[in-house]
DNA sequence: TTCATTCTCGTACCCCCTACGGTAATGGTT
DNA sequence: AACCATTACCGTAGGGGGTACGAGAATGAA
């Protein structure tokens, strides 16, 4: 298993490597195992908690053992990260129709970062070319393709709108991952900075602030920035697309990004 | 200076404290001086270099010194944040249009994002509440309140321009840390992951991607997503206030997210 | 039986943050 | 001048992390 010199793509794609030959010691895990057990304690704890050491614990086995399944911790992390990808299930029965397909993709998307929120841990620049994330790329193409965008345009309008989505899912992941490492809600956190009004807030040099805050603005949000946003770009690319476009209502699928 | 029992708000806030009262030993240091310390390192070797004995190192005093002026690393990251907020000048001279403050606000941000690409690695949820995250806050709260949107609707708009325009600055300045951490650019990290398309990749399975691959719809991008999104929002917004609106195109600002 | 091959993993090194407690330096007071 | 409260300085130690190296163990094949 070993022999890897900054290899990962064999890594990534190895469910499509065919036989295997035996030939020396047997081995006691595997690339899944050892990756599914990354996940899971990720999950359950945090990316910090999927360190090598105690992975290596929850399988029983000596830390430096995993070095035989995996070149590296951050090789290891590509590998976690495809394999969510792969698990959202684009690859399969999709939906047809435009708006149908981009809200069965930002449900999927936002499913997964909440079952694995660490992702927003993850650098979202040269993610691992794997085949869950190759899968992502083909569904949202073949989305904006199905608009008959020119060809030109169709990888711009693919990742506007799946940067978006991503986007939000991010954030509030994010924010799962903050309110459970400090163990505070973010009402909590807000009332520990309760002081800042009464003592640091300055009025004058926020007039706009304080306008708002005296007209309750801040509490009754009449719209969610996401579902906003999305509706826009949706609308615009169907315009570009030549379509006829009635700006209905886009269902919620945030929680409270 | 000690003494502060996970209060973070004083030290955000300290240059709005008037006085100082000469007591016992004097400081060798100051606050300013380690946070900018821990700026200057940041930006040239990454936040990692920022750490508690780099930032002592530099300033020739033993790590455990630093822990008089601040509490910990992560309330130190947070006087960083919000130091180089401040420093983006949104609360001095600025643009009165509409449009022209929104670039304003986008020209800024993105040279700070360049200038410190390292705040692209803190979360972006529960940023430090102080001078320089407030002055952001009643910027572009100001900017969209002068277009006459509803009190309810202000927060909403203004974080809808707000995080388009932060989420391109950051994704670029993740992408200059992970090209100056690997050291390669990434024509060369693709160029690495050649192999992809003549020994993993299937065709068969990735019908759109090959149909754009071979229409050349990889290579000729006709549009920057960010600059298409954040047109698409200016416009919704606009309407939304009831104002004319032309869609004129937006000038260049991001680089190459 | 021997051997090439492969997996297993103990040790060691370097990095990080920070709790604790002792020591040094000051201004004010006696 | 002596003393003291106050504040700053920092050495030590403990608990994390990732991983290079190399010796040992287990297998199938010759």
Redesign the interface.
């Known amino acids: 298993m070993a022999d890897f010199t900054g290899r990962i793509?064999p890594l990534?794609?190895r469910r499509?490597i065919p036989a295997r030959k035996a030939a020396g010691r047997p081995p006691r895990l595997s690339v899944d195992l050892v990756v599914a057990t990354a996940i899971r304690l990720a999950d359950a704890s945090g990316l910090d908690a999927a360190s090598m050491a105690g992975i290596a614990a929850e399988l029983s086995v000596a830390t430096m053992t995993l070095y035989t399944y995996v070149p590296s911790r951050d090789d290891l992390v590509d590998l976690m990260v495809d394999e969510v990808f792969g698990d959202r299930g684009l690859?399969g029965a999709a939906p047809v129709e435009f708006r149908e397909r981009v809200r069965f993709y930002a449900d999927r998307t936002f499913a997964m970062y909440r079952a694995h929120p660490w992702l927003a841990r993850v650098?979202?620049?040269?993610p691992p070319?794997g085949p869950g994330m190759?899968a992502e790329?083909?569904y949202m193409?073949?989305t904006v393709?199905a608009l008959g965008l020119?060809?030109?345009?169709?990888?711009?309008a693919a990742?506007?709108l799946a940067?978006?989505i991503t986007?939000a899912a991010r954030?509030e992941a994010?924010?799962t991952l903050?309110s459970r490492a400090t163990g505070l809600t973010?009402a909590t956190?807000w009332q520990q900075?309760g002081?800042?009004w009464e003592?640091?807030?300055?009025a004058a040099?926020?007039?706009?602030?304080t306008?708002?805050w005296n007209?309750?603005?801040?509490e009754?949000?009449?719209?969610?920035?996401y579902e906003?946003?999305l509706c826009?770009?949706l609308?615009?690319i169907e315009t570009e697309a030549g379509h006829a476009v009635s700006r209905d209502s886009w269902p919620r699928t945030a929680g409270d990004a």
């Open positions: 793509l990534l794609w499509s690859a650098s979202p620049v040269r070319i190759l790329r083909e193409l073949a393709a020119p060809i030109g345009r169709l990888d711009a990742l506007t940067g978006h986007a954030l994010e924010n903050i973010t956190w900075r002081e800042l003592t640091w807030f300055d040099a926020h007039p706009t602030m306008t708002v007209g309750g603005g801040f009754a949000q009449e719209q969610d920035p906003y946003g826009l770009l609308d615009g």
